[in-house]
Nanobody, 124 residues
């Protein structure tokens, strides 16, 4: 059974930074890509960032490119999302997910396991 647990969410002011962490267990972490998605109130869940199994390849949603950085530590089975210059429109529940394959993946259908989510609220 794969477990995915996010942490690090909170209430922050616009322009500040926050780092989310995601610990995954139950599957060979280093063999698959990982991703972050988010869901704002009243909206569909959307892709935010993904990282390949090795960490060499990443991909981002256009609106977070240059502000967010995804990284991973395969020795600790953990993936991170560093979020800088946060905006009120970044407010959402952020979900971490475990992909089925090794390469970067931006579609929900490419992911097998999901965490419960962590709330990020950015005040203006």
């Amino acid at each position: 059974q794969v477990q995915v647990v996010e942490s690090g969410g909170g209430l922050v002011q616009a322009g500040t930074s926050l780092t989310l962490s995601c610990a995954a267990s139950g599957r060979t972490f280093s063999s698959v890509a990982m991703g972050w998605f988010r869901q704002a109130p009243g909206k569909e869940r959307e892709f935010v960032a993904t990282i390949s199994r090795s960490g060499m390849a990443t991909s981002y949603k256009d609106s977070v490119t240059g502000r967010f950085t995804i990284s991973r530590d395969n020795t600790k089975n953990t993936v991170f999302l560093q979020m800088n210059s946060l905006k009120p429109e970044d407010t959402a529940v952020y979900y971490c997910a475990v992909a089925r394959a090794a390469s970067v993946a931006s579609r929900e259908s490419q992911y097998d396991y999901w965490g419960q989510g962590t709330q990020v609220t950015v005040s203006s």
